[in-house]
């Protein structure tokens, strides 16, 4: 792939300020950093051929390629999703410490926002992005999908209402969330089961993805007692190394066991895990070696 400097050729090209912002909308949308990689490329591609002087919102008009383009992406890969072997989650990316400063832009690409995006049709996933995050207006969402503003309206209200009913109910902050992940850390190096019963929830629930490539459970594991004993024994593993790393906006791990990384992010609510989201399919890692560009 080359280097969109390269491409773009100027380094005040509009495509080149709001690059991060194109990925940060492909990415909600689609829950996948190659995907929204390859939807950023089409969209240069698209405004390379562009006559500049019509365009009046650059910002405005880069949007609506990259949302058109990523709409044609999720419809193109619903049934690869439904053909996936075990739970399919989004692909996680390390991010910066800066992106948790946007505390609203931080939520919006979690690990558990995605999941909940996800039970979204195409359209409303890209009402509620578009809306919810970026406070894009009406008029330009419908230019965006090719409805009515009215029409985007309704289709915000109901989207807003069914990712409301889903998402977690409390905000934690940064520095809680990282003493959860460091103690959690701790207890499965040290395989101290109590340790973990009392920082998981008595109905923490893991989900994993090994797209059948690696082993992970294809059902999610519900239980604190169940998930502990299970978590007890992943230090004896092999090859066993865990860190704390930023990831999607917040503190998550690292976890490598037989030298094969897994990305772990959690849901923190009154000071217990409540979920583990464990994506270890090594298709979907290739965002942990360096940080992705995130903007609003």
């Given at each position: ?93 390390l ?49 965006a999908?090719?409805?009515?503003p009215a ?33 959690f ?63 999607n ?46 903007s609003?």
């Amino acid at each position: 792939m080359n280097d969109t400097n390269d491409m773009a050729g100027t380094t005040d090209d509009p495509f080149l300020a709001h690059r991060g912002l194109l990925f940060t909308v492909a990415y909600e949308m689609l829950g996948s950093a190659a995907d929204a990689e390859d939807v950023v490329q089409e969209t240069w591609l698209r405004w390379a051929d562009v006559d500049r002087s019509t365009v009046h919102s650059p910002r405005a008009y880069l949007v609506r390629i990259v949302t058109r383009q990523a709409l044609n992406r999720l419809r193109s890969v619903a049934r690869r999703r439904e053909e996936y072997i075990g739970e399919w989650l989004p692909e996680p990316v390390l991010t910066s410490p800066d992106v948790a400063e946007d505390v609203e832009l931080a939520e919006s690409v979690s690990m558990a926002m995605l999941t909940v995006l996800e039970t979204l049709g195409p359209v409303e996933r890209a009402v509620f992005v578009l809306r919810e995050v970026f406070e894009t207006p009406y008029p330009e969402i419908a230019e965006a999908i090719g409805k009515s503003p009215a029409a985007v309206r309704q289709i915000a209200h109901r989207a807003r209402e069914h990712v409301d009913a889903r998402r977690p109910r409390m905000r934690v902050d940064r520095d809680e969330q990282r003493s959860v992940v460091e103690t959690f850390l701790a207890a499965v190096a040290t395989g101290d089961v109590q340790a973990l019963v009392e920082v998981l929830a008595p109905d923490v629930v893991v989900i994993a993805d090994g797209g059948g490539v690696v082993t992970a459970s294809r059902r999610p594991i519900t239980g604190g007692q169940l998930v502990a004993g299970l978590l007890s024994r992943a230090a004896t593993l092999p090859d066993y190394a865990a860190s704390t790393i930023w990831l999607n906006g917040m503190p998550g791990a690292r976890i490598d066991v037989g030298g094969m990384p897994a990305a772990v992010s959690v849901v923190v609510e009154d000071g217990r895990i409540t979920r583990i989201y464990a994506v270890r399919n090594p298709h979907k890692l290739g965002w942990l070696e360096r940080a992705a560009d995130l903007s609003r």
